[in-house]
């Protein structure tokens, strides 16, 4: 069945470094994939998204990088900040739906 | 910057009761949709709407459920009979047009069965 997944449910990191957060899909037949930043008590925010045409797309301190060979999602923040602190998670849309399909999320700890 | 509301932010009821949830889209997005995230886990898709009908539903979505847009501004979400394994948090989305426009998504309302 259709799943995507992540490897590391907890990720800690000190202010100031880099931080890279991975998922993993199995459906083929995705075609868009998306970065959702998940605070405390709020819902899914947008962070960066990429179709399945491109391998990379940067954005303000992201970048996303999409490996299709191997189905494999990362998300790259530079210079990680306080405000960084959250979880994050991957979401898959198919070809043929409008529903987005969501990871197990990973919770993202900056250390000052 | 123009976003998704929903009402209540907390909803707390007892088993059996009906409850339903609203939310009201950013003003010009043409397709709806219902999530929840159960404590500690995964959001998980539970319905799509567009033109005033359901265009996907999950397994999750049973008859349970259902979804309406009564006015040009509403999306609400009605569950017949709670119960607890209900209880979640439930965000709605939207999104303006094409499939792969960003979809946003309300702060959720936290329905809690007892």
């Known amino acids: 069945g259709e799943s995507v997944g992540l490897h590391l449910p907890t990720l800690s990191v000190q202010e100031g470094d880099n931080s890279i957060i991975n998922c993993a899909y199995s459906n083929s037949a995705s075609d868009y994939f998306i970065w959702y930043k998940q605070e405390s008590g709020k819902g899914p925010q947008f962070i960066i998204d990429?179709?399945?045409?491109?391998d990379k797309r940067q954005g303000q301190r992201v970048t996303v990088l999409l490996n299709k060979t191997v189905k494999h999602l990362s998300l790259q923040i530079a210079a990680t900040q306080p405000g960084d602190s959250a979880v994050y998670f991957c979401?898959?849309?198919?070809?043929?739906?409008?529903?987005?399909?969501f990871g197990g999320g990973t919770r993202v700890l900056v250390k000052p | 910057e123009p976003e998704v509301t929903q009402t209540p932010s907390h909803q707390v009821t007892q088993m059996g009761q009906e409850v339903i949830l609203r939310c009201v889209p950013i003003s010009n997005h043409l397709y709806f949709y219902w999530y929840r995230q159960i404590l500690g886990q995964k959001v998980e898709f539970l319905v799509s709407?567009?033109?005033?009908?359901?265009?996907?539903k999950s397994e999750i979505f049973d008859d349970q459920f259902s979804v309406e847009r009564p006015d040009g501004s509403n999306f609400t979400l009605k569950i017949r009979s709670t119960k607890l394994e209900d209880s979640a948090m439930y965000f709605c989305?939207?999104?303006?047009?094409?499939?792969?426009?960003?979809?946003?998504f309300g702060p959720g309302t936290r329905l809690t069965v007892l």
């Open positions: 709407f567009y033109n005033n009908e359901i265009s996907e």
């Open positions: 990429i179709r399945s045409n491109m």
């Open positions: 979401a898959e849309n198919r070809a043929a739906g409008n529903k987005l399909t």
């Open positions: 989305a939207s999104i303006r047009q094409g499939r792969t426009d960003t979809q946003y």
